[in-house]
């Protein structure tokens, strides 16, 4: 069964950083795109960054461009999201998926994402 379980949020200052961790199971990632994703209350999901099969292409949003490192470790199945000079709308729920295309976040087996709350 597909599950996926973000961590790593929490609550910190602007222009800090944070490490969300995305741990995948019931299907090998290597074989996916995998996606990272955010949403704030009354708004569409948005994409964030995402990595290809092979971990070498990556794509992220114009928001977070030089700011955030998406990175897959195939061994583990996880994939992580470093998160760095933070900034106040960076505040939302996170979350991980098999996708490749930040503009259609659709998906069916979303997990409970993880809040992270930038503080200014």
């Known amino acids: 069964q597909l599950q996926l379980e973000e961590s790593g949020g929490g609550s910190v200052q602007a222009g800090g950083s944070l490490r969300l961790s995305c741990r995948a199971s019931?299907?090998?990632?290597?074989?996916?795109?995998m996606g990272w994703f955010r949403q704030t209350p009354g708004k569409q999901r948005e994409g964030v960054a995402t990595v290809y099969t092979g971990g070498q292409t990556t794509f992220y949003a114009d928001s977070v461009k030089g700011r955030f490192t998406i990175s897959p470790d195939y061994a583990k199945s996880t994939v992580s999201l470093q998160m760095n000079s933070l900034k106040p709308e960076d505040t939302a729920v996170y979350f991980c998926?098999?996708?490749?295309?930040?503009?259609?976040?659709?998906?069916?087996?979303w997990g409970q994402g993880t809040q992270v709350t930038i503080f200014s």
């Open positions: 019931g299907f090998d990632i290597r074989n996916y795109c």
């Open positions: 998926a098999p996708l490749c295309d930040l503009s259609t976040p659709e998906f069916r087996y």
